[in-house]
């Protein structure tokens, strides 16, 4: 088992008393679910395209928030760390563990127009120092 650099539950009215936890080690970020039937749903971070937040007055009551990650995964494109505690933190941190992935990977990210306008993110191998 790879070494959580961050990990919590999901919360209810503030409190981890679900049985969905969440964790994140220094290449991949992690969905656990259930008690009797368990499932485990992961990303690896080289591949997450975009983080959001979202928080609203009730999780803000609360002191929760909920962080969307897209990526290019085929089977999780996008994953929702629901009602975590500090979620800003969390976002910040996950995009920081993207991005050094990302480096150790040698991978850059160039976003160019396609032929009908819209935006078209590709994954470029830097293969320089191989």
């Not at 941190?93 to 160039?110: G, N, P, T, Y």
């Not at 819209?118 to 470029?124: A, H, N, R, S, V």
Request: hydrophobic fraction near 40%; glycine fraction near 4%; include cysteine.
């Amino acid at each position: 088992m790879p070494e959580m650099i961050w990990q919590d539950r999901k919360r209810i009215l503030g409190m981890p008393i679900t049985f969905t936890r969440y964790s994140m080690s220094e290449d991949r970020l992690f969905l656990k679910q259930g008690f009797l039937n368990l499932s485990t749903e992961e990303i690896l971070l080289y591949r997450v395209r975009d983080i959001s937040l979202k928080r609203s007055l009730l999780q803000r009551i609360c002191g929760v928030g909920s962080v969307l990650v897209f990526s290019s995964d085929k089977t999780t494109p996008s994953l929702e760390l629901r009602n975590i505690k500090d979620s800003e933190n969390v976002k910040e941190l996950i995009h920081q563990q993207v991005e050094e992935s990302k480096i150790a990977r040698r991978m850059r990210i160039s976003e160019f127009m396609d032929a009908q306008g819209g935006e078209e993110e590709l994954d470029d191998f830097d293969a320089e120092l191989l």
